[in-house]
């Protein structure tokens, strides 16, 4: 959400609890609705009084400031700390803001069997139970957006939200203690409390002068803006970093559709910078990988994307604050990169390329699926591709003779995991200086059970030395390693580099780069 959405929202929360609290005190009819839709008179001792006596005891202010206590505190840990301070501020503004309109409203509630449950006093105008209800919802999803998680996620908890807020009022319809303007007065400075902490939470912080002396080191912060819900916290966390260790502010640059990051990341080699921070997936940390390959100019990986499959890897987790940490204490270790040329290109990967199935699956996989259902996204592309014939490979590893099979992907690997729980390549580590290599090339429908059971077996036995190709033509799934593997296909098929599809293609050769990239990882 955009700084200019925030002050909107802001400003419509306040003008309409305004408006409404207008109608309440001056407009005629308001009254004789709340009367036609005040709540059943139900007795507080039947199993459902007593039932919303217990919702009305949980969701009450205290409970829900102690609930606020809790993930401030949480927020704190994570070195959110001026959304912590925002958190607290509204434990005490919240209730002091329904409490004061109240006084100055001083409308009674409607009769009410449950007179005299513990949280039925006072006046009636706003409802405090919805007020707090509806900061908690606020905060909970201000907090969800700070986490790595699909926009499903997201969507999930503002829907939790909602419905916690309405079963609050609801709550308190049923047992009589409001009437229904006052439930949505309640809503309304719910939501106005917490906005406004959270907009000056978002205050930007004073940047420093980069006076840190001419020893000082300094970083370049690569991110892909499409990967971040807030780029503004983003900012503030890793400024904060930077201050705390003596660092110099660092150079930000935003990744765009045409350039996933290869520019920025050799404007950071050109400016001399000691460290580069790439913030997003695995695109944008496969095209800055590339440009620092043989450069000795560490690199630090933040994971903000679906896959993350670098990160994976190397023991790099998923939680930023672990990342960020990792990026200043870790140890800059030297893994492998591959060389990948093909007809009219050549380029770096670190990860995993090849062709057939699984570049035709990521040429398929749409980024509007893989944001909503995260790694379930190229799961379904694959199962579109799974239908095709495959095409006529002829590989070479390394001097060995060539093989030709009839085969559904040939996959070249300079790391064992990949998007989905699974050891593809068993055998592969990041900086032994070898390529591994996977033909899938099933005959018929039998084999895909040899297949599957293949890759179990291969992701939870002790990994051994691969057999390498035969002669043999009844194996749909082999393995080899190598220095250089040559990838002959007819008729050509599309092929990827680290995800990026190219294509295409009637032939790929790859060849190794031993720890040719130095990437902070954790300490052994």
Request: net charge neutral.
């Given at each position: 959400?955009?700084?200019?959405?925030?002050?909107?929202?802001?400003?419509g929360?306040?003008?309409?609890?305004g408006?409404?609290?207008?109608?309440?005190?001056?407009?005629?009819?308001?009254?004789?609705?709340?009367?036609?839709?005040?709540?059943?008179?139900?007795?507080?001792?039947?199993?459902?009084?007593?039932?919303?006596?217990?919702?009305?005891?949980?969701?009450?202010?205290?409970?829900?400031?102690?609930?606020?206590?809790?993930?401030?505190?949480?927020?704190?840990?994570?070195?959110?700390?001026?959304?912590?301070?925002?958190?607290?501020?509204?434990?005490?503004?919240?209730?002091?803001?329904?409490?004061?309109?109240?006084?100055?409203?001083?409308?009674?509630?409607?009769?009410?069997?449950?007179?005299?449950?513990?949280?039925?006093?006072?006046?009636?105008?706003?409802?405090?139970?919805?007020?707090?209800?509806?900061?908690?919802?606020?905060?909970?999803?201000?907090?969800?957006?700070?986490?790595?998680?699909?926009?499903?996620?997201?969507?999930?908890?503002?829907?939790?939200?909602?419905?916690?807020?309405?079963?609050?009022?609801?709550?308190?319809?049923?047992?009589?203690?409001?009437?229904?303007?006052?439930?949505?007065?309640?809503?309304?400075?719910?939501?106005?409390?917490?906005?406004?902490?959270?907009?000056?939470?978002?205050?930007?912080?004073?940047?420093?002068?980069?006076?840190?002396?001419?020893?000082?080191?300094?970083?370049?912060?690569?991110?892909?803006?499409?990967?971040?819900?807030?780029?503004?916290?983003?900012?503030?966390r890793?400024?904060?970093?930077?201050?705390?260790?003596?660092?110099?502010?660092?150079f930000?640059?935003?990744?765009?559709?045409?350039?996933?990051?290869?520019?920025?990341?050799?404007?950071?080699?050109?400016?001399?910078?000691?460290?580069?921070?790439?913030?997003?997936g695995?695109?944008?940390?496969?095209?800055?990988?590339?440009?620092?390959?043989?450069?000795?100019?560490?690199?630090?990986?933040?994971?903000?994307?679906?896959?993350?499959?670098?990160?994976?890897?190397?023991?790099?987790?998923?939680?930023?604050?672990?990342?960020?940490?990792?990026?200043?204490?870790?140890?800059?270790?030297?893994?492998?990169?591959?060389?990948?040329?093909?007809?009219?290109?050549?380029?770096?990967?670190i990860?995993?390329?090849?062709?057939?199935?699984?570049?035709?699956?990521?040429?398929?996989?749409?980024?509007?699926?893989?944001?909503?259902?995260?790694?379930?996204?190229y799961?379904?592309?694959?199962?579109?591709?799974?239908?095709?014939?495959?095409?006529?490979?002829t590989?070479q590893?390394?001097?060995?003779?060539?093989?030709?099979?009839?085969?559904l992907?040939?996959?070249?690997?300079?790391?064992?995991?990949?998007?989905?729980?699974?050891?593809?390549?068993?055998?592969?580590?990041?900086?032994?200086?070898?390529?591994?290599?996977?033909?899938?090339?099933?005959?018929?429908?039998?084999?895909?059970?040899?297949?599957?059971?293949?890759?179990?077996?291969?992701?939870?036995?002790?990994?051994?030395?691969?057999?390498?190709?035969?002669d043999?033509?009844?194996?749909?799934?082999?393995?080899?390693q190598?220095?250089?593997?040559?990838i002959?296909?007819?008729?050509?098929?599309?092929?990827?580099?680290?995800?990026?599809?190219?294509?295409?293609?009637?032939?790929?050769?790859?060849?190794?780069?031993?720890?040719?990239?130095?990437?902070m990882?954790?300490?052994?």
């Open positions: 959400m955009s700084q200019a959405a925030r002050v909107r929202l802001l400003i929360c306040l003008v309409g609890f408006l409404w609290t207008w109608a309440v005190l001056a407009w005629p009819a308001l009254p004789a609705w709340d009367r036609a839709w005040s709540g059943p008179v139900l007795d507080p001792d039947s199993p459902v009084g007593q039932v919303l006596s217990a919702l009305a005891l949980i969701s009450s202010p205290p409970v829900v400031c102690l609930a606020l206590i809790v993930m401030a505190a949480w927020a704190w840990n994570r070195r959110l700390r001026r959304l912590a301070w925002a958190m607290l501020a509204t434990v005490v503004v919240g209730p002091v803001s329904y409490l004061l309109i109240k006084g100055l409203v001083q409308r009674s509630r409607p009769g009410s069997p449950f007179a005299d449950n513990i949280v039925q006093g006072g006046w009636a105008y706003p409802s405090g139970h919805v007020a707090m209800a509806t900061v908690l919802a606020v905060w909970a999803v201000v907090l969800r957006r700070h986490q790595r998680g699909s926009g499903a996620a997201l969507w999930l908890t503002r829907l939790n939200g909602l419905v916690g807020v309405a079963l609050v009022a609801l709550d308190r319809w049923a047992m009589r203690a409001h009437w229904p303007s006052d439930l949505v007065g309640g809503a309304l400075i719910g939501a106005s409390v917490a906005m406004a902490a959270w907009f000056v939470s978002l205050r930007p912080d004073p940047r420093p002068d980069g006076g840190a002396g001419p020893k000082a080191r300094q970083a370049a912060v690569v991110y892909n803006p499409a990967k971040l819900t807030d780029l503004g916290l983003l900012q503030r890793l400024d904060y970093e930077f201050r705390q260790r003596g660092w110099k502010p660092a930000w640059w935003a990744t765009t559709p045409d350039d996933p990051g290869g520019s920025m990341a050799a404007e950071a080699r050109r400016r001399g910078v000691d460290l580069v921070l790439a913030v997003g695995d695109g944008t940390v496969g095209a800055v990988c590339a440009e620092l390959v043989g450069s000795g100019l560490p690199l630090a990986v933040i994971p903000s994307g679906t896959g993350n499959i670098l990160a994976h890897n190397l023991s790099i987790p998923l939680d930023q604050d672990a990342a960020f940490r990792i990026a200043f204490e870790g140890v800059a270790r030297p893994i492998d990169a591959m060389r990948v040329t093909g007809p009219g290109f050549r380029a770096h990967s990860v995993m390329s090849g062709l057939g199935a699984d570049a035709a699956a990521m040429e398929a996989t749409r980024a509007e699926l893989k944001q909503a259902v995260g790694n379930v996204a799961g379904l592309s694959i199962l579109q591709s799974l239908g095709g014939d495959g095409v006529e490979v590989i590893v390394d001097d060995r003779p060539p093989v030709t099979r009839r085969a992907s040939v996959l070249v690997s300079n790391v064992g995991g990949v998007q989905i729980p699974i050891q593809l390549f068993p055998a592969a580590l990041p900086d032994d200086g070898l390529l591994d290599v996977l033909v899938v090339a099933p005959a018929k429908a039998a084999d895909w059970t040899k297949i599957v059971s293949g890759l179990i077996a291969g992701s939870i036995a002790k990994p051994e030395p691969p057999e390498g190709l035969s043999r033509l009844d194996q749909p799934l082999e393995y080899d190598g220095r250089r593997v040559r002959e296909a007819v008729p050509e098929t599309v092929c990827q580099v680290d995800g990026d599809v190219v294509g295409p293609t009637a032939w790929l050769e790859v060849e190794i780069e031993p720890q040719a990239l130095l990437v990882a954790p300490p052994d």
